[in-house]
Structure formats: structure tokens, C-alpha cells
């Protein structure tokens, strides 16, 4: 399996690498990752190579800020499963219509507790659960499109979206980072992530019925 990560000029671009190459292990699977800056190449080359998903990392600022990132995924969507962390998941709800704002209360390096649906990269994880969260942005939830389902949000406050899910567009997001010591379940994240990247391959391939 061949993965792109984006680096949107981040320190915990290779955390989330380690992440998700954990979660390869617990599949079993074997996972090359390609590491760019979302400066370094255009989103057309990126987008005519052949990866088996790509992966928008965190990053400073806003998703107009975070170079490829926007066209990027217009390129790619519904042919190669995107997964978006923080700044990747606003950059995901940006290219779909949805509108990003000033979040009421910025969090730094703070733990809360996520409530969710159970489906996507969260399923067979509790709810809620704790994950380490560092935004001052959110994705207004009010303004996602039809197709774009809110699947986690802050146990306390329902109207903060904490993931997002479309599947027939094949792209998931996370407003948190599941990378972080500060999120135990995260490695479980990662696996499920993996587990769709594959999935989503196979299908394609039709070695696998979509629905397994």
C-alpha cells in the first residue's frame, strides 16, 4: 500500500506518520509512505499518481493557507479515500462548501471528551472518548452540504464538529489529533484508517463486494 501525506509544514507531520504506519501493523499490512510539502509539487502531479489514499496533516492558519491541500482534493475526490487531521479535515469541509470559523474557545494541547455515531474511522471505539485537540478553527456545522455527515462532536457541546464522514466521495476527517499520547484510542483510529484504505483499494480492483 502506497500512501501520501501532506505535510502542511507541521511538528506532528511525523507523529502522524508513525500513526499510521502503528495502525499498518495492526492490520498486518505493508505501507510505503510518501512524505510532501504542500508547497513542493503541484496538485496535478500528485493527484495523476497512484496512491492507495491520501492523508492532509495538521498545520498552521487556515485550509486557503495550506498550499495543494483544496485542490488537491477537488482533484482526487470520490477516485482516492482522503483522511484529513485538523487542519486536513477543515481543508476537506472547506472543499466540499462548508464554511470554517472562529471556534468559541481555542484549544491548545487540551483533552476532551468526543461523543460519536459508531461509524467510519471511530467505529468499535467508546463513546464518548478522550482525544488531545489544538485549533482555534472549526468547521460550522450548519453549513456542511447534504452528503457531508458530522459523525463525532464534543460531548458537551453537539454543535462542534469533531469528525466528519462522505462516503460516496470517500473522504473522513478528524478536528483532533488521534496521533497524540493524549488520545489512548488513536492507534485504534489509525487501524480503522488503514482498514479503509485497503478496503477501498480492493473494491476498485473488485476483488472485494463494497459492502463487506
Known sequence: MRVLLVDNYDSF???????????????????????????????????????????????????????VCLALIEQVLGRIPIFGVCLGHQAIAQALGGRIVRAKQPMHGKVSQIAHDGTGCLRTLPSPFAAMRYHSLVVQVETLPTAVRRTAWLADEPDVVMALDAPQLLVQGVQFHPESIGTPFGVTIASNVIHWFAQTEQVQRGLVDGNA
Open 13 to 67: 507531520t511525523w507523529n502522524l506518520h508513525d500513526w499510521l504506519l502503528r495502525g499498518a501493523d495492526l492490520r498486518g499490512v505493508s505501507l510505503t509512505i510518501e512524505v510532501v510539502r504542500n508547497d513542493a509539487q503541484t496538485a496535478t502531479t500528485l493527484a495523476n499518481q497512484q496512491w492507495s489514499g491520501v492523508v492532509l496533516s495538521p498545520g498552521p492558519k487556515d485550509p486557503q493557507s495550506a498550499g
